[in-house]
């Protein structure tokens, strides 16, 4: 059975149709990147599956626990890194504190951001920030982690260091969805590519499918790309 | 009537004056956060309501509130109250009065919050009102703090004004001894005492601006 399942997802504001019956699956170990022109509904699919928003109509079928990394972070800015990781594992999840303040200095340790515990978002660098939301997002010990354009609102020179993070967490098998503009690292990363246009899935398959598609629209979304 | 005469008998009505800011204080800062709270209800009833509420607070003069409240329980319903009721009337009004003022200054800190730290809290599980307490208030009182200052500065003055129902506050004391002996030494006394209280409110209000500024 798929860790994630939809089926027949549709989503409107107002007259506008988002979602035009959308229906997908992943895997345990997957890791799912979507692509496709701004405007397509990838960040609305992301927000009705993490109850971000109500779906109309459609099933989704999930449990688990799940982390969502959004494009500009939303750390607390009035929390410490630390606390920005353990405040919900402790509060929410009922764990530990001695096991999640270890565990968080781990996911810290991996984010390279081991000297960085008791400073405030704000000292951070973009690339920084992303990277303690990532490890926010991990320390929930989540079934499958969301990225919505993890790195579109960093400066070009900080995109390479949250891709690398996320390569490595693909290596480590996690479980992922994420939407992205960076076609090189879908290609790289992701076992399954899915392309969305005016809010349905165009193309799905793995990278080289999709990538050598003959589907017009593809191409001219990739087109964009390497002009 | 010599200073240091003038200066005790000031003294009381110091203290009643202290006592006002300080119980207004108390109980308007809570109570401005549940009329922000109802002016932004889903509920329209309750968003009316609080709406109106406001609107006559900031919109009638503070003195003609004093008198309402306090007068307005014998006139309007009959009722004879005890003369404990003239320094609980004063609080009752100083209180509804600068509520409406603070629930205005907690909507605009409310509002300014970006929505994404709603939906990161969401995410990670936080219930509605671990949210607000944890997430959404701390960084709204930050936002608000210079607004509340002013208005705090703004309620050392105001405590003045409980003259017209006869509370034998600082102001008060003043004009009694003033009328009495003829001169204004007393209300110059009174006057050094609110810029001397505004002086410390400005200083401890700024020390807690510096606490808040570890951040952004
Ligand atoms: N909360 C909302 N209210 C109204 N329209 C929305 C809302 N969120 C998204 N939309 C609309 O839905 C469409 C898809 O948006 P989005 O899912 O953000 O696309 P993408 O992430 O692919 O760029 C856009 O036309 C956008 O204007
Ligand atoms: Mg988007």
Not at chain 1, 32 to 42: D, N, R, T
Not at chain 1, 162 to 168: H, N, S, T, W
Not at chain 1, 169 to 178: D, N, P, Q, S
Not at chain 2, 131 to 147: E, G
Request: proline share 3%; aromatic share 10%.
């Amino acid at each position: 059975m798929s860790l994630l399942e939809i089926k027949n997802l549709k989503k409107s504001f107002n007259d506008n149709v988002v979602l035009k019956d959308i229906s997908l699956s992943v895997e345990r170990g997957e890791v799912l990147a979507i692509i496709g022109p701004s405007g397509s509904g990838k960040s609305t699919l992301l927000r009705c599956i993490t109850g971000l928003e109500q779906e109309d109509s459609g099933v989704i079928k999930f449990d688990g626990t799940f982390g969502l990394v959004f494009q500009n972070f939303n750390l607390f800015p009035h929390h410490s890194v630390m606390k920005n990781i353990t405040n919900a594992p402790i509060r929410v999840q009922k764990r530990d504190k001695n096991e999640v303040f270890e565990h968080a200095r781990e996911l810290l340790k991996k984010m390279g951001l081991e000297d960085k515990e008791d400073a405030y978002p704000c000292e951070l660098s973009g690339g920084q920030q992303q990277r303690v939301s990532i490890a926010r997002a991990l320390a929930m010990n989540p079934d499958i982690l969301f990225f919505d354009e993890p790195t579109s609102a960093l400066d070009p020179e900080l995109t390479g260091e949250i891709l690398e993070v996320i390569k490595e967490l693909a290596a480590e098998k996690m479980t992922m969805v994420i939407v992205t503009h960076e076609m090189a690292f879908a290609r790289n990363v992701a076992d399954t590519i899915i392309f969305m246009d005016g809010g349905v899935i165009v193309e799905e398959g793995s990278p080289d499918e999709v990538f050598s598609s003959d589907n017009k629209r593809m191409k001219e979304f990739l087109g964009k790309f390497y002009d | 009537m010599i200073l240091s005469t003038v200066i005790e008998q000031l003294l009381g009505g110091m203290v009643t004056s202290i006592e006002i800011f300080l119980l207004t204080l108390l109980f308007s800062l809570p109570l401005g956060l549940l009329v922000a709270g109802g002016r932004m209800s889903g509920f329209a009833p309750i968003r009316w309501i609080a709406k109106v509420y406001i609107s006559i607070m900031r919109g009638t003069p503070l003195m003609l509130q004093l008198i309402v409240v306090f007068f307005g329980p014998y006139y309007l319903f009959g009722m004879s109250l005890s003369s404990d009721y003239r320094f609980i009337a004063v609080i009752i009004a100083f209180t509804i009065n600068y509520a409406a003022y603070f629930a205005e200054i907690y909507r605009g800190g409310i509002e300014s919050i970006n929505s994404g730290q709603y939906e990161a809290a969401q995410v990670l599980g936080y219930s509605k009102i671990e949210t607000f307490f944890i997430i959404i208030l701390p960084q709204v009182i930050k936002v608000v703090l210079p607004s509340i200052t002013n208005e705090v500065i703004t309620l050392v003055k105001d405590t003045s004004l409980s003259f017209v129902i006869a509370i034998p506050e600082m102001f008060t004391v003043a004009k009694q001894i003033a009328a009495a002996d003829a001169s204004i030494a007393a209300l110059l006394v009174a006057g050094i005492f609110y810029y001397v209280f505004n002086v410390l409110v400005a200083f401890v209000m700024a020390r807690i601006e510096n606490k808040l500024d570890y951040y952004e």
